[in-house]
């Protein structure tokens, strides 16, 4: 395996816009190191000889990790240490869970939480020290971190501790889902803020909804939430060729320099709601997940 390589890791890379993704920067960019972050190792390792026997790329390196296992991320990073794969180029935070799972994580915080933001923000404060200068930072978020209203008419901010500990009330509702997106925003945009030593390109994505995407965990989405929202939200829908090329893209090309902004299912950027940009709640966000975390680091 070259030594010249730039390195790319992506979690979630086993299924759906993760899968994908990583077939597009595989056919794409023989210049990558490919590192798939995954939980299931069996299902990852199935999916590499997959996608090797089709772009017939070499570079792709199976590791694992469990975003709702904050030591799970832990070991990934440990072990990245341990490896010669250097510094960083890009790192795309992709794995997630949709609204339908419920319970907690091991450590004992939501499970949509734990997966779609906690792990995540930990895994970014650790890998941080290794990202190459002029790195870039992806957080796959949603443009459902802002529901259509007909859904969620009460949406708002709730507060950190309660996305992490829910009440009865909110652990029954798929509104969960909606605030861990929602945190991925507020993590993008104050991370943007913290980032001062090193330049980075620190950026958050929408897929858009997709259906062939397996973010219920290995359930499929069911058809009639499918043509709901297609025949309600049809600015929605996403189409994962188009969501998977952009992210790849922008993952992977030099040229794209945003910062602290929104991809929206391509390469052009939009606004996100008033709600994200609040900059209280991201603070507070910060400060609680950093306590959840602090041993860890």
Not at 6 to 17: C, E, H, W
Not at 26 to 34: L, N, S
Not at 137 to 142: M, Y
Not at 260 to 280: A, M, Q
Request: hydrophobic content about 35%; overall charge positive; proline content about 4%.
């Amino acid at each position: 395996m070259a030594s010249n390589l730039k390195t790319l890791i992506i979690t979630g890379a086993s299924n759906g816009l993760g899968y994908e993704t990583v077939r597009k920067i595989a056919q794409k960019r023989k210049d990558f190191r490919i590192i798939m972050a995954c939980r299931n190792l069996a299902k990852a390792n199935k999916v590499k000889e997959q996608i090797f026997n089709e772009t017939q790329n070499p570079n792709l390196i199976v590791m694992e990790i469990d975003t709702s296992s904050l030591e799970s991320v832990k070991n990934f990073v440990e072990n990245y240490k341990k490896t010669n794969y250097g510094e960083i180029y890009s790192l795309v935070c992709n794995a997630g869970i949709g609204g339908s799972c419920s319970g907690n994580s091991v450590d004992g915080y939501d499970i949509i939480f734990a997966t779609n933001h906690l792990g995540h923000f930990l895994l970014v404060n650790l890998l941080i020290p290794f990202m190459a200068e002029k790195g870039k930072i992806t957080i796959v978020s949603s443009d459902m971190h802002d529901p259509p209203k007909e859904w969620a008419p009460n949406y708002h901010w709730v507060g950190a501790e309660k996305c992490a500990k829910p009440d009865e009330n909110l652990a029954k509702s798929p509104m969960r889902y909606s605030l861990s997106k929602l945190c991925n925003l507020y993590f993008t945009y104050e991370l943007v803020k913290r980032i001062k030593d090193k330049k980075l390109y620190i950026n958050a994505f929408t897929p858009g909804f997709l259906p062939e995407t397996g973010l219920s965990g290995e359930k499929k989405i069911p058809p009639e939430m499918i043509k709901r929202v297609a025949e309600n939200h049809p600015q929605r829908m996403g189409i994962m060729e188009n969501s998977a090329s952009a992210l790849c893209d922008i993952a992977t090309l030099e040229e794209i320099k945003n910062n602290g902004e929104f991809f929206d299912r391509s390469t052009k950027t939009i606004k996100t709601s008033e709600l994200s940009y609040n900059e209280d709640n991201a603070k507070e966000l910060w400060a609680l997940s950093e306590n959840y975390v602090k041993k860890y680091y």
